[in-house]
């Protein structure tokens, strides 16, 4: 399954790792994902991966 948030989109971002003697090899920075149940308007359940600033967003905004 791709590592992507499934509301606001959020994915992998590429970077560098930076030694001390500042040499550079390429990293990914992932997204931190968290599964979380939702409920459908038909009363269903249904898991999805959303990023944890968007589960803080929508905590907010409830």
């Known amino acids: 399954m791709a590592r992507r948030c ?9 970077g560098n790792n930076v030694s001390h003697a500042k040499n550079r ?3 990914r920075f992932m997204p931190n994902l968290r599964t979380v149940r939702i409920q459908l308007e038909d009363g269903t359940t249904k898991k999805i991966k959303i990023s944890a600033s ?6 907010k905004k409830s």
């Open 6 to 14: 499934a509301i606001s989109g959020k994915g992998p971002m590429s």
């Open 25 to 27: 090899t390429k990293r």
């Open 54 to 59: 968007e589960l803080r967003t929508m905590k």
